[in-house]
């Protein structure tokens, strides 16, 4: 048995068709190949998904709730994620909807950090929309840091940054697809083919809202966003 996550699970994938594979993926298993279809895997791979291109306009929205005034948001992305290009897609369909300038960023490495954020300061951003990234998510407190230095109201893909000072994050709750992940790993065990195994759908979404940075910055959250926050840290 092989649990597998991420960027990892298309290697794994390539290195046995026997071994079982449990897998937790943001990005679309189908058409990047994992799985023939979401309801019939028909491999020795099935596992849960949440995939951050159906969630890219959403976090605009809460973004754009968050920072009504902002006339340019950035969106910094990592391009070694496999389906950037489609999630940036979706964001600028987005921003064209609601009238906002979106600037892309991309860093492909923790040297790349610095010079996106001083493209986002040139350009006048007032708010960032950070995308899903094992590069982001290990470098999180250097991503918040330069956020705050530099005064941009930022969301993040997930708790792990609000948690070490990021003013926002919306995303699945990973806590809950690996809870899933454990189900399907006892199942496989006990019998079952990864083939009978549809893949599942993230359920579970969290907005937490960071109070304690807000009001550092001196930053009032709207009352309707902050009614709707999974969690407020305070």
Do not use: C, W
């Not at 990234?133 to 330069?146: G, I, M």
């Not at 907005?207 to 009032?220: C, E, G, P, R, S």
């Amino acid at each position: 048995m092989i649990v597998a996550n991420g960027i990892a699970v298309p290697a794994v994938k390539a290195a046995t068709g026997t071994i079982p594979i449990v897998f937790t993926t943001g990005f679309d298993p189908v058409r990047t190949g994992l799985v023939a279809s979401l309801s019939r895997p028909g491999g020795n791979a099935t596992g849960v998904v949440f995939t951050m291109t159906d969630l890219a306009t959403k976090q605009l929205g809460l973004l754009h709730e968050l920072a009504p005034k902002a006339a340019i948001i950035a969106v910094l992305g990592d391009p070694d994620q496999p389906e950037l290009e489609v999630e940036l897609q979706e964001i600028q369909a987005a921003g064209r909807a609601i009238g906002l300038q979106i600037l892309i960023v991309k860093a492909a490495s923790e040297r790349d950090l610095n010079a996106a954020f001083a493209t986002v300061v040139q350009s006048r951003a007032d708010a960032l929309l950070v995308r899903g990234s094992p590069l982001f998510l290990t470098r999180r407190r250097q991503l918040v840091a330069l956020a705050t230095r530099h005064s941009l109201l930022a969301s993040y893909p997930s708790r792990d940054y609000a948690e070490v000072g990021g003013l926002m994050s919306y995303g699945p709750s990973i806590t809950d697809a690996y809870r899933r992940v454990g189900i399907y790993v006892g199942r496989i065990l006990k019998g079952t083919t990864p083939a009978d195994l549809p893949v599942e759908m993230a359920a579970k979404f969290d907005l937490v809202i960071n109070l304690a940075t807000a009001k550092a910055i001196d930053l009032d959250i709207p009352p309707t966003l902050l009614a709707r926050a999974d969690e407020v840290i305070e």
